[in-house]
């Protein structure tokens, strides 16, 4: 996946900012794609000179102006493309996992508090992605939004890293217990 999808993606329901596209990939987009403020900037401007957005000036009286973008039916089109192309099988690239993996032969102390910093910031997630489930679904089951739901993709992909940070904190929290068994003399 490009970055070009993960902006389309974020700019579906609305039209953003470049700052309000930054701050929907903190809280959505974040779960399955990274980018810095700066990253998402230079792709609005590629892609509205592709066509794929639009944007528009708004004058702000008390502020600078400000470029709204939306997607445009070309967009939609490639996403619909993205959308057909087959899927890549994911790839964890994490330096805490090579800080494990390398756990027999270094001093384990400092990756033990990196485990469990990362555990809480696992938890941190999991509350976040938790009311955000809630805030898509309001009154409603899940059972019911899903099958009722105007737009459930944000909510399927929440349910993604909610399933993914559950797992990391449970990896976390087992490997900083076997590690810190370990140098402590006891069993795992």
Not at 134 to 148: C, D, H, N, Q, T
Request: proline content about 2%.
């Amino acid at each position: 996946m490009a970055l070009r999808h993960a902006v389309l993606a974020a700019l579906l329901d609305e039209e953003l900012s470049g700052y309000q596209l930054a701050k929907s990939f903190d809280l959505g987009v974040a779960n399955f794609w990274h980018a810095l403020p700066q990253q998402l900037y230079a792709e609005l401007a590629k892609l509205e000179a592709d066509g794929l957005v639009s944007g528009r000036e708004v004058v702000q009286e008390t502020r600078p102006n400000k470029r709204l973008f939306k997607v445009t039916d070309e967009g939609l089109a490639e996403l619909e493309r993205f959308a057909e192309s087959s899927a890549k099988p994911s790839m964890l690239r994490d330096d805490l996992a090579v800080k494990v993996q390398s756990s027999d032969l270094v001093d384990t102390a400092a990756v033990i508090v990196q485990l469990r910093e990362r555990a809480e910031f696992a938890r941190a997630k999991i509350a976040l992605f938790e009311s955000l489930l809630l805030k898509f679904r309001g009154e409603r089951s899940e059972e019911a939004y899903l099958r009722e739901g105007e737009r459930i993709g944000p909510y399927l992909t929440c349910l993604g890293g909610l399933v993914f940070e559950r797992g990391y904190l449970e990896w976390c929290e087992r490997i900083a217990g076997i590690l810190q068994a370990r140098r402590d003399g006891g069993e795992a």
